[in-house]
């Protein structure tokens, strides 16, 4: 056991296949916020890029993630299951994910992240005397949480670990140790039942749908209208006398993978600047689009008021708009995600769960969405009749983008918490089957 005393600086660190999130435990949000991507130069004895930005062009520089994701799998219909009242509900109602995900880590690229945060350009950590909460996905992976704290343990000789679930600290972030919880992340949406700070893993519901599959479809409704989506650096503005001109630039040099990237932000700041959620699906179907100043892509071409602003988003919730069903999985959307993890939940805790239904995660931040599932959940009577549940999202998006790490800063800050470390000493003897014992 780790006995670095209740007074602990220790380090959070939450890992995304788009982003990382680091900073130190008791603080309100994460000092250090990049994406996940490393920059490796063509030529052989360069030194990579660490944090990269895409808005800037880069010659000969490829980039690669520290993570991806991966998923292969189906949806079915179990058995009839009692609902919360104890009713039987129709089988035909009840999805059950059997879909399979696979976070594959890639050593060398986060090795170079956790070198840089070792770095006075990073946070200046000091791995060797800096305990380390790690968060790992919802859905049990014994290879990803062994890779993780053997890369911390062996190559960056910290001095204590320990390893949380991402659905479980974001729901300690909402102030509570029970909820039917849901992330909507970057490359999927999971939800599952966490009861008294447990994430029960025979009620995961996870789809490979998210923020990344949205700008795919972002991207495929701009090129029907004609419209492309080039990199930041592949325009130069200049203003003359009050008159605007875009110039092409030779990105010949620019490889493939660094562009994309760029391409992608460009994509993202579209969704986010420009998309909302419609109070009903009636408004989806007549809105000719928001009112608002339009968005302005690098090559100048203007992205006015369009009925996408509402519609890309709605795939969330009505995932038949999606143009590849095959890329969805069998995804039903939401509000029956939600319902799904609730059939799969023991009958005593169903109460419980439903009046804590927490939405977390960047995918979360659309304007409107809380409350437009609440609503599907009511009007479309996806819970059963007169069946009482509180859909809970914090105002603020930031606490929803950065739920997981805030939720990993309340615990390791708690006294209660220190006697939980796995200690050098402690891998060294049971390395993996440690991990699987302390780490819940």
């Known amino acids: 056991m780790y006995s670095g005393g209740e007074e602990v600086s220790a380090v959070v660190l939450d890992i995304g296949c788009q982003s990382i999130r680091c900073g130190y435990a008791g603080e309100e949000n994460p000092k250090f916020v990049q994406p996940v991507s490393v920059g490796v130069p063509e030529a052989n004895d360069a030194e990579k890029v660490y944090p990269v ?22 949806a079915r219909a179990p058995p009839p299951a009692a609902d919360a ?5 129709p089988a035909e109602d009840v999805r059950i994910c059997r879909g399979r995900s696979q976070i594959n880590v890639d050593e060398d690229m986060l090795a170079t992240i ?9 946070l200046s950590i000091n791995w060797k005397e800096t305990p380390v909460l790690v968060t790992e996905p919802t859905r049990h992976s014994k290879p990803y949480r062994e890779k993780i704290t053997q890369i911390l343990f062996e190559t960056f000789q910290v001095n204590a670990c320990y390893v949380a679930k991402s659905a479980v600290l974001a729901t300690y972030a909402s102030g509570r140790t029970t ?9 999927h949406s999971t ?8 994430a029960n893993q025979k009620t995961v519901q996870e789809y490979p749908v998210g923020g990344n599959l949205l700008e795919d479809e972002l991207a495929k409704i701009l090129t029907q209208k004609r419209k492309s989506v080039h990199p930041q650096f592949a325009y130069k503005k200049t203003v003359t006398d009050g008159s605007e001109k875009y110039d092409k630039q ?15 932000e460009q994509l993202r700041r579209v969704k986010e600047q420009q998309c909302r959620v419609a109070d009903d699906d009636k408004l989806v179907d007549s809105v000719t689009g928001l009112p608002g100043a339009p968005f302005v892509l690098p090559d100048g071409t203007e992205i006015e008021t369009d009925p996408f602003q509402y519609r890309l988003p709605e795939r969330l919730l009505r995932p038949e708009l999606f143009s590849e069903q095959e890329e969805i999985y069998g995804f039903p959307g939401l509000p029956r995600m939600l319902v799904d993890v609730l059939h799969c939940a023991p009958l005593e805790t169903r109460k419980e769960l439903l009046n804590a239904i927490v939405v977390t995660g960047g995918g979360s931040c659309f304007q409107g969405l809380p409350e437009r599932m609440e609503k599907m959940m009511l009007h479309n009577d996806y819970m059963g009749p ?13 606490e929803r983008k950065f739920s997981t790490w805030i939720g990993g800063s309340i615990l390791a800050s708690l006294g209660s918490f220190q006697q939980l470390w796995i200690s050098k000493h402690e891998w060294d003897e049971g ?7 302390k780490c819940a």
């Open 114 to 122: 956790l070198y840089h945060l070792e770095s006075p350009r990073g």
């Open 386 to 398: 007169n069946l009482r549940f509180k859909v809970i999202a914090s105002p603020q998006p930031n």
């Open 431 to 437: 390395r993996g089957a440690t991990v699987e014992r």
């Open 191 to 198: 939800a599952v039942a966490v009861t008294d700070g447990f």
């Open 53 to 74: 930005n895409f808005f800037a062009k880069r010659d000969h520089m490829a980039v690669r993630p520290a993570c991806t994701y991966a998923y292969s799998g189906e």
């Open 85 to 89: 009242n104890g009713d039987q509900q």
């Open 250 to 264: 030779d990105i010949s040099k620019v490889h493939e993978s660094y562009r994309d990237l760029a391409i992608r």
């Open 179 to 187: 909820a039917l919880t849901l992330d909507i992340g970057a490359n």
